[in-house]
């Protein structure tokens, strides 16, 4: 580690928070704290990852995840080490990701999904991909429930 840069240090910049030790300092904008370390080979590093690498958790080639849900926390009993694949079965599981209208790549909305399952058995897919300008393969992911599964 850098010279000066200490556990104690690093440990002084996060704040209780019920449970949780929060970073204090610069967060990026998804809401993860982020702090300077010339000493690592990024310019820049999370604070989540920073805390295991500071209590010598091997992290190579692994993802940091939080258990609280809490992106500024540097909790060491908070976060595990994982997969991006167990990371997106975490986030899929808690209801964490972007879904429906609120994914940026939705061109449609609830009531027009709703509308389309109604009249998917009568009318062909081809006839409402394009009343909706969206594809075939999208109405037959909502009508087999692969999209829009939550509602």
């Known amino acids: 580690m850098k010279k000066g840069f200490t556990k104690a240090n690093f440990y002084a910049m996060l704040e209780p928070n019920g449970d949780c030790l929060e970073w204090?300092?610069?967060?990026?904008?998804?809401g993860y704290g982020r702090t300077a370390t010339p000493h690592l080979e990024t310019k820049y590093q999370a604070t989540h990852r920073l805390t295991m690498l500071?209590?010598?958790?091997d992290i190579t080639d692994k993802v940091v995840m939080h258990r609280c849900d809490n992106r500024k926390c540097c909790n060491p009993e908070h976060l595990m080490v994982g997969t991006q694949a167990e990371n997106v079965i975490?986030?899929?599981?808690?209801?964490?990701?972007?879904q429906g209208i609120g994914h940026p790549m939705a061109?449609?909305?609830?009531?027009?999904?709703?509308?389309?399952?109604s009249r998917v058995h009568h009318c062909a897919a081809k006839d409402l991909a394009i009343e909706y300008n969206v594809s075939h393969s999208t109405i037959s992911a909502i009508k087999h429930r692969h999209l829009w599964k939550y509602i």
């Open 90 to 98: 975490d986030m899929t599981e808690k209801r964490r990701h972007a």
């Open 54 to 57: 500071l209590e010598n958790v």
């Open 107 to 117: 061109k449609l909305n609830e009531e027009q999904v709703l509308d389309i399952r």
């Open 24 to 30: 204090t300092g610069w967060c990026d904008r998804d």
